[in-house]
């Protein structure tokens, strides 16, 4: 190549990753990227995953299927098989971190050629990571050995981002892939995803670009042409509205290391205040370009030529609005910041970053400080509380969801409110509306996708206990993977209650269920390890009141703890338990004690909504073998009551396409035993052995079955004929495709 010479090539992952590895110069930034930046990345490659296997024809042939462009990224070569990274750094960590990702969750036999091709992508043949850069070298060990990463001290930023990202991206993965998506997944990630490399001469040459790109000027953004579009056409008032502008700049400004909080902030006011709700495209105009969409929409928006006073009051708006989200703003980095505003940010660690635009279509840029404090403190108790009940229900949480209900639900709704008591009735009659209820989550559990939201659960809990008997809860230590382990009161041992429990398959669900679990410090759990659980109880004294009152004799050295007992009416649940206590009567009991603190955390009324109804469920105590007589009617009934989608899996289509019909009974035979379920209106899973709370897909219930971590539910789980022939799920699906019905 001539000197300076630039060149460019279309990669796919398999062909970037192929026997090369990738360091970075000494004058790069450390890996830096967070939790939106990263999410935003998952969020786009699942979505895109899933419209391109929506599609029979690309899943037949793939190779007629359209690329994803992932963006440039400049390079140099040192030697053979050697490059090194001049930009492009933040990005090629993610992937690399998501390929590791990949590949422990593919650790079944039958993936084992998906295996081979990701080991093929993350380690060259001399054992060197692909994305070789020395001070990762320790995080990405641990995280492709599948075990924690022990922070030392003097841990560079990069490694202790590192190994956040790892968890953040495992945990985002589990809850978008199931285990027949898992295998598709992967092949279109390395096969159709493609970023276009510019290959500099030498490293000279490298940097020289590397310092056009970076320091020679920053490169316009949407927020940068929207700004020039309105000074353009504001004439006499164009130092005003610059002023403005500027100040508006400086109130969003709380976190200097997020560079997008401006656009966000300004995505979500153009879409509570002016997107019309009954256009999808003025969300996704908005969401991709701004700028373009003011642009057309000018006659729309009042920003028409020879009116610059218009130009000057949608400044004077945005600039008001911002003056009063940026408590708000500041809440959702923290939770300290305003403890009235903590479920701001709760509900941005759950991924419902959505929660900014129906906040600010509650809020009037002419509103009191305190007025629109209220009003936000109130949209986010409603989200918090409406992906608890999700949660607890086995519905989808993700994005696309939270995305549906603000956009289609909240921002249309908040808009007509005009004070705080206006946005609390109109919430208060949505709850009503709702119809879902805490009372029936009686055999909610750990399941394979579901980690972050039954750590969530768990936190919540304990630190209301905490909070109630008058110690400093630490809601942020609970949610800490690192510091806080999901504890099992029952380790993984049938042969220890067989006599109680015959079938494996019901102890593993019982164990996994939420009045089975804790939270306990890492190091605590470390020293306990797998020991019966009368004589872990005396250890679990040390920890959080609501694991440690499982220890005879605790609540005798909390007078606290026994007023609050008292005074909730939790004497029945809220207790320590003997040696002769039986597995299932303890799961029960602190099953039901959860739920019944999930109504004091969540109740509507201590949340600030009116309640026109008393219903039986909210605040009652209803006895768990009631409530599970009749679970699965009523669960189905309030979903419907809810206006909620059945889930978005395949089983759900089929119901749709009437290839399936509700009740049908399913089979799936490991080690010669077969095991039965069947599937409810909603697509949900329940198996025969243990009832209760369907599985939500159909690998989930199969690794429950199995005993293993991951099954693939589609083929494994069949349907038998009149006959007796059986066929699996996935050719029942793809005749169902074949033949157009699906």
């Keep these: 190549m001539g000197v300076d010479e630039i060149k460019s090539q279309g990669l796919s992952l398999r062909e970037l990753f192929r026997e090369v590895t990738y360091e970075v110069d000494y004058y790069q930034r450390d890996y830096t990227w967070g939790e939106e930046e990263v999410r935003v990345l998952l969020r786009d490659l699942c979505d895109s995953f899933k419209d391109w296997s929506a599609n029979p024809a690309f899943i037949r042939r793939p190779g007629t299927a359209p690329q994803y462009f992932l963006g440039p990224f400049v390079y140099y070569e ?24 990949l590949r ?20 060259t043949d001399r054992g060197q990571f692909s994305v070789g850069i020395s001070d990762h070298e320790p995080v990405l060990r641990a995280v492709s050995e599948g075990r924690a990463y022990e922070p030392v001290p003097g841990d560079s930023l990069s490694r202790r981002n590192l190994w956040a990202r790892s968890q953040q991206i495992e945990a985002q993965l589990a809850e978008e892939l199931d285990a027949e998506s898992l295998h598709r997944f992967t092949e279109w990630l390395l096969d159709r995803v493609i970023l276009v490399g510019i290959r500099a001469a030498n490293s000279d040459h490298g940097y020289r670009m590397f310092e056009t790109m970076n320091d020679r000027g920053a490169r316009l953004t949407a927020v940068d042409l929207l700004k020039s579009h309105l000074l353009s056409h504001v004439g006499a008032g164009e130092d005003q509205l610059n002023v403005q502008w500027q100040e508006m700049l400086r109130e969003l400004a709380t976190d200097r290391e997020d560079a997008g909080a401006v656009s966000r902030f300004i995505k979500a006011f153009l879409l509570a205040r002016h997107a ?29 030529k020879g009116r610059p006073e218009n130009f000057l009051q949608f400044v004077q708006d945005l600039l008001k609005s911002a003056r009063l989200f940026r408590p708000i703003l500041a809440a959702s980095r923290h939770p300290k910041t305003d403890d009235r505003l903590e479920a701001v940010y709760f509900n941005e660690r759950n991924g419902l970053g959505a929660q900014t635009a129906a906040i600010v279509a509650a809020i009037d840029p002419d509103d009191r400080p305190s007025d629109a404090k209220d009003k936000g403190r109130l949209v986010a108790a409603y989200m918090d509380r409406w992906y608890t009940l999700r949660v607890l229900h086995d519905l ?29 009735s109109a919430l208060g009659d949505l709850i009503q ?33 905490e909070e109630s008997c008058q110690r400093s809860p630490d809601v942020l230590a609970f949610l800490d993977r690192d510091r806080f382990h999901i504890e099992h009161l029952w380790a993984n041992h049938h042969h220890r209650v067989a006599s109680e429990i015959p079938d494996p398959v019901v102890f593993r ?16 759990n470390s020293s306990i390890n797998d020991l019966p659980l009368h004589e872990k109880a005396p250890l679990y004294a040390r920890s959080n009141v609501l694991l440690g009152v499982i220890a005879p004799g605790y609540d005798r050295r909390n007078p606290l703890l026994r007023e609050f007992v008292r005074t909730h009416q939790l004497d029945r649940l809220l207790r320590s338990f003997g040696p002769r206590e039986s597995m299932t009567s ?17 109740d509507p009324e201590g949340l600030g909504f009116p309640r026109a109804v008393q219903t039986q469920d909210e605040g009652a105590e209803e ?39 509700a009740g049908t009974q399913i089979v799936l035979t490991y080690r010669s035993v077969d095991h039965w379920a069947a599937i409810d209106e909603d697509g949900g899973i329940i198996l025969t052995a243990t009832g209760g709370t369907p599985y939500g897909r159909v690998h989930e219930a199969g690794a429950v079955v199995r005993g293993t971590k991951t099954c693939q539910g589609m083929n494994e789980w069949h349907v038998e004929d009149a006959t007796g022939e059986r066929v699996s799920l996935r050719t029942l699906r793809d005749r169902a495709m074949a033949t157009g019905v699906l």
């Excluded at 422990?104 to 380690?123: C, F, G, K, S, W």
């Excluded at 993700?398 to 005009?418: E, N």
């Excluded at 303890?586 to 955390?601: A, C, K, S």
């Excluded at 768990?624 to 189905?636: A, C, G, L, S």
């Design 104 to 123: 422990l969750m593919a650790q079944a036999p039958e993936h084992r050629r998906i295996t081979d091709r990701l080991n093929r992508v993350i380690i």
């Design 509 to 524: 669900s019982r164990r996994n269920q939420l009045g089975g679990l804790g939270l306990l410090e890492g190091r605590e």
């Design 276 to 304: 019309r709700t009954d256009q999808d495209n003025d969300r996704r105009q908005i969401e991709n370009n701004l700028n373009v969409w003011v642009r057309q929409q000018s006659q729309y928006l009042g920003l028409v």
């Design 433 to 465: 509306r709702d119809g879902l209820s805490i009372s029936e989550a009686v055999t909610l559990g750990l399941r394979g996708n579901n980690t972050h939201q039954i750590r969530y659960l768990l936190a919540r809990a304990a630190a209301f206990v």
């Design 586 to 602: 303890v799961v029960q009991t602190r099953q039901e004690l959860y739920l019944r603190l999930f109504h004091g955390i969540w």
């Design 78 to 101: 040192q030697s053979r098989n050697r490059r090194c990274l001049v930009d492009g750094q933040q990005r090629f960590v993610t992937l690399h971190l998501v390929l590791v990702q």
């Design 396 to 424: 989808p949480v993700q994005s696309a969801d939270a995305d549906r209900l603000v956009h289609h639900t909240l921002v249309p709704l908040l808009r007509t409110c005009r004070t705080p008591a206006d946005v609390a």
């Design 623 to 661: 006895p768990v073998q009631q409530v599970r007589q009749t679970q699965t009617q009523t669960q189905t009934q309030t979903r419907r009551k809810a206006g909620a989608r059945r889930r978005r899996t395949d089983v759900a289509r089929m119901l749709d396409a009437d290839v399936l019909k």
